[in-house]
T-cell receptor, first 113, second 111 residues
Framework: AQSVTQLDSHVSVSEGTPVLLRCNYSSSYSPSLFWYVQHPNKGLQLLLKYTSAATLVKGINGFEAEFKKSETSFHLTKPSAHMSDAAEYFC???????????FGAGTQVVVTP | DADVTQTPRNRITKTGKRIMLECSQTKGHDRMYWYRQDPGLGLQLIYY???????NKGEISDGYSVSRQAQAKFSLSLESAIPNQTALYFC??????????FGPGTRLTVL
């Protein structure tokens, strides 16, 4: 079985400052991990994915995430927040069977001017 | 993703009514999924289908049914809607890999 815990339900940052969204996972094997973003009234868009290649994964819009097996973490970062980054972010782990996705509860990001 | 469309985008209905949500995709994927999203719970899987003849229950299938009319179409029905089915519903597709592609969602309100 696998599970995902997003450690912050809300994160507020100032424009131009770094963003850190924390995610821990539990899995009995080497999982695939994803970050999705959901802008208001929009569907989910894939930001990036980890599939056992490089542990530092670069995604769209300047985001990146680092897979740390020893810490069972997959935190998402961005060096400088933009107003358009205001959205909800989901950390997702892929299950053993047929790619079943397990979603975290989400982190709402607010960006202030 | 414009390749996955959902209709309607918004729906308000009353308790006891039958509702159908539709999903179409042009990605040519075999696998399709229905999720519901509730605040603070992320997305939960309702049903999934690996091809036209393969339908499976997800985590929260009670009160829902589905129909896979074609490779490109997967509809979700609420036979008798109840207020706690008020949620945002998403359809998704995948081509066999882990990555799923999501539609824009349907906001359903049951009064």
């Amino acid at each position: 079985a696998q599970s995902v815990t997003q450690l912050d339900s809300h994160v507020s940052v100032s424009e131009g400052t770094p963003v850190l969204l924390r995610c821990n996972y539990s899995s009995s094997y080497s999982p695939s991990l994803f970050w999705y973003v959901q802008h208001p009234n929009k569907g989910l868009q894939l930001l990036l994915k980890y599939t056992s290649a490089a542990t530092l994964v670069k995604g769209i819009n300047g985001f990146e995430a680092e897979f740390k097996k020893s810490e069972t973490s997959f935190h998402l970062t961005k060096p400088s927040a933009h107003m358009s980054d205001a959205a909800e972010y989901f950390c997702v782990v892929s299950g053993l069977s047929w790619g079943k996705l397990q979603f975290g509860a989400g982190t709402q990001v607010v960006v202030t001017p | 993703d414009a390749d996955v469309t959902q209709t309607p985008r918004n729906r308000i209905t009353k308790t006891g009514k039958r509702i159908m949500l539709e999903c179409s995709q042009t990605k040519g994927h075999d696998r399709m999924y229905w999720y519901r999203q509730d605040p603070g719970l992320g997305l939960q899987l309702i049903y999934y289908s690996f091809d036209v003849k393969d339908i499976n229950k997800g985590e929260i299938s009670d009160g829902y049914s589905v129909s896979r009319q074609a490779q490109a179409k997967f509809s979700l029905s609420l036979e008798s809607a109840i207020p706690n089915q008020t949620a945002l519903y998403f359809c998704a597709t995948s081509g066999g890999g882990d990555e799923q592609f999501f539609g824009p969602g349907t906001r359903l309100t049951v009064l």
